[in-house]
């Protein structure tokens, strides 16, 4: 009888850290690196650089993006 009792609460203590540690290691991700319109394609690099106001398109080409 007393193996019982300690086997439940074990199961129970095992249950209830795998829900915390579930809902601990849920995490999301947001990228926003560039503005993109609401349909989804890319700008061009020099409409982009005229949003964010910088002096060069080069960060915003995509053959630019590996040499940072």
């Given at each position: 009888m007393q193996t019982?009792?300690?086997t439940r609460i074990a199961v129970?203590?095992?249950v209830l850290l795998f829900l915390v540690l579930s809902v601990i290691s849920c995490s999301t991700h947001v990228h926003s690196s560039h503005p993109r319109p609401a349909s989804g394609k890319r700008i061009p690099p020099g409409q982009a650089k005229k949003i964010s106001g910088d002096k060069?398109?080069?960060a915003y080409a995509p053959g630019q993006q590996k040499k940072r």
């Open positions: 019982s009792k300690i129970i203590v095992l060069s398109a080069k």
